[in-house]
């Protein structure tokens, strides 16, 4: 069903609660703080075999120890105890047991911590994590062994194990309270979860009540998006024409090969957080509608050397329908471990050394690959300025824009500078005004792009640039006239499919045309979806707020500064504020990450 429409209030948040007071917890907690002062949490339980064992449960890439909680205990470290930045995490305890992550252990000291209830095991909270846990206590199921090797080597989820995904989510994010009305993650989620693989019935009964309680509150939040949308619907005008799937054409730019699937014999393409194996949460793929993708103040493509161009009605036949549908910016949410079919008709547009802005001819009925120069020769750059003679204007303002805001930008952010300082923007004016003075087209037929890049830099104080910042300046350059090359290919390969070409803008084609922006809406009504802005998507903003996260190394903002741990500390916060409005995927997603 499509995502909710608009945020969700805390009181809507809050409808769905139990029929009844859960059952007893099959466990008991003890709370304590890490050797840093953060909240860790120590869950203590009975195995079949009698044995009571405790479990700290941490998030992948997080290091942790068990602080206070496990002086006088034997501590395992279990699942792959690796940061991102791969550091082996060592846990602060008093006695540490280094075992097989699989087979469990079976020293005398081990045996009599178990059978003492001194043993406590620090669970990185993943699928591996979780399953090795399993395998610790004593289980041997050969389906649970070969899920969790897929899921290791194969980067594969099996149904169980999305299922125990969902369960860990559920039992994090469902109280007496409602949906995501904990305040914080006390991991009562992976303690359920494990219970449940060893066969403990009451936290198979309590976990069942919680993910069946937080499926019904998805399919109620959805519902009332579709009704918000028809009733948004009605403000329009009747006479509107809903676009037309047939004369849409789908355009996609990525850094990644689409890859050939062995099963299917067809390429798919990856969702960035698949392509990275858990390195951002970004589950979705995104297209624009007849023109190429624009950069714009959200997301920048200079980077993308691949194109593929897909019809609009071979995409839904092969895919099923968007997620969100606008002409500038549709996009599919892909399952975890999932992709997205480039069907048959399919145009696949690669950077090479060609020599020329010419491309392949097209063939119908399979998949044709269109190489455009990507080398930046003289002969190319001067066959992108007659290309585009008609709107050389336009075209030349947005190259000295793209190169000065390119060049400034990395300086910027290398340098911390702020985005508002009088002498910062004193400085950004005279490289705006060296490319005012500079006939691009002339300069490049008798200079290179390290000469434009050197101008440049000559206009920043003595001392300020490294030559890694320069080479950096230098690559920006770069980036935008293959970005610009590229697009020229994309074009011509659009028009000799036969499709209308259209502009671009911010929120629909052709300059934010409310025209369009009602005929979309029309169009996702018909096919059951939901129609906006990139950023007023609940799963785009877990994406956007779960890449800070993860990569951002600190900011400003209104005049203050927040340091790495400060950024992560207010992402991670809005991020489980709102778990009640993501989906499922999404939700799998943030988990898979290390982010919830």
């Known amino acids: 069903m499509p995502e909710v429409a608009e945020t969700l209030t805390a009181s809507q948040s809050e409808l769905i609660k139990p029929s009844e007071p859960p059952k007893e917890y099959p466990f008991q907690r003890r709370e304590g703080v890490d050797e840093e002062g953060r909240a860790i949490y120590a869950y203590e339980f009975t195995t079949k075999q009698g044995q009571k064992v405790e479990a700290i449960f941490f998030s992948r890439g997080e290091p942790t120890s068990g602080g206070d909680l496990v002086k006088d205990r034997l501590v395992v470290?279990?699942?792959?105890?690796?940061?991102?930045?791969?550091?082996?995490?060592?846990?602060?305890?008093?006695?540490?047991?280094?075992?097989?992550?699989?087979?469990?252990?079976s020293g005398p000291e081990y045996q009599k911590a178990l059978n003492d209830g001194k043993a406590t095991f620090l669970v990185e909270s993943s699928p591996q994590g979780l399953l090795d846990l399993y395998f610790h206590l004593g289980g041997n199921d050969s389906q649970i062994r070969e899920a969790r090797k897929l899921t290791v080597v194969n980067w594969k989820f099996t149904p169980q194990v999305r299922d125990l995904i969902d369960r860990?989510?559920?039992?994090?994010?469902?109280?007496?309270?409602?949906?995501?009305?904990?305040?914080?993650?006390?991991?009562e989620g992976e303690v359920l979860a494990v219970l449940l693989l060893i066969g403990d019935e009451a936290a198979k009964t309590l976990s069942s009540e919680k993910l069946a309680q937080l499926e019904k509150h998805d399919q109620e939040r959805d519902a009332q998006a579709n009704e918000k949308l028809l009733e948004h619907s009605k403000n329009f005008p009747v006479t509107q024409e809903a676009l037309k799937v047939e004369e849409l054409v789908c355009v996609h730019l990525t850094r990644f090969k689409p890859v050939m699937n062995p099963e299917t014999g067809r390429y798919e393409i990856r969702s960035t957080f698949d392509s990275t194996r858990g390195l951002s949460p970004r589950t979705t793929l995104h297209f624009s509608m007849n023109h190429p993708v624009v950069s714009h103040?959200?997301?920048?493509?200079?980077?993308?050397?691949?194109?593929?161009?897909?019809?609009?009605?071979?995409?839904?036949?092969a895919n099923g329908k968007p997620t969100q549908l606008n002409t500038v910016d549709s996009f599919w949410e892909l399952p975890v471990g999932g992709s997205f079919e480039m069907p048959e008709g399919s145009v696949f547009v690669e950077g090479g050394k060609t020599q020329s802005l010419q491309g392949e001819e097209l063939q119908e009925e399979r998949i044709t690959r269109i190489k455009y120069d990507q080398s930046l020769s003289p002969v190319t750059i001067n066959q992108l300025f007659e290309r585009v003679k008609d709107d050389k204007s336009s075209f030349v303002q947005y190259m000295k824009r793209e190169i000065g805001d390119g060049l400034f930008d990395r300086i910027r952010y290398q340098k911390g500078l702020e985005v508002y300082d009088t002498k910062n923007n004193a400085l950004w004016e005279s490289i705006w005004n060296l490319w005012e003075g500079i006939d691009l087209q002339e300069y490049f037929k008798n200079h290179t792009i390290q000469d434009l890049a050197s101008e440049a830099y000559s206009l920043f104080p003595a001392g300020v640039v490294s030559a890694t910042e320069f080479n950096?300046?230098?690559?920006?350059?770069?980036?935008?006239?293959?970005?610009?090359?590229?697009?020229?290919?994309?074009?011509?390969?659009?028009?000799?499919?036969?499709?209308?070409?259209?502009?671009?803008?911010?929120?629909a084609w052709d300059r934010d045309s409310w025209e369009a922006t009602w005929q979309t809406v029309k169009l996702a009504i018909e096919l059951g979806?939901?129609?906006?802005?990139?950023?007023?998507?609940?799963?785009?903003?877990?994406?956007?707020?779960?890449?800070?996260?993860?990569?951002?190394?600190?900011?400003?903002?209104?005049?203050?500064?927040?340091?790495?741990?400060?950024?992560?500390?207010?992402?991670?916060?809005f991020i489980w504020g709102n778990m009640d409005q993501y989906s499922q995927n999404q939700r799998r997603a943030l988990y898979l990450c290390g982010i919830i």
Not at 483 to 493: F, L, P
């Open 77 to 105: 470290p279990v699942g792959s105890l690796k940061t991102r930045e791969g550091q082996e995490k060592v846990p602060q305890a008093a006695r540490i047991i280094k075992s097989e992550q699989t087979s469990g252990s």
């Open 168 to 187: 860990v989510v559920a039992g994090n994010i469902v109280d007496t309270n409602g949906v995501a009305a904990n305040k914080e993650n006390k991991r």
């Open 297 to 317: 103040m959200y997301g920048s493509w200079e980077g993308a050397g691949y194109a593929v161009i897909i019809p609009f009605k071979s995409a839904l036949e």
């Open 472 to 507: 950096n300046g230098l690559q920006s350059i770069r980036e935008v006239l293959a970005s610009k090359v590229r697009d020229v290919a994309v074009v011509d390969t659009l028009k000799r499919l036969g499709f209308r070409i259209h502009t671009g803008g911010m929120w």
């Open 529 to 573: 979806t939901r129609s906006g802005n990139h950023t007023d998507h609940p799963t785009n903003r877990a994406e956007d707020h779960g890449i800070r996260y993860m990569y951002s190394n600190g900011y400003s903002m209104g005049g203050q500064t927040y340091s790495k741990e400060e950024v992560r500390s207010i992402e991670k916060s």
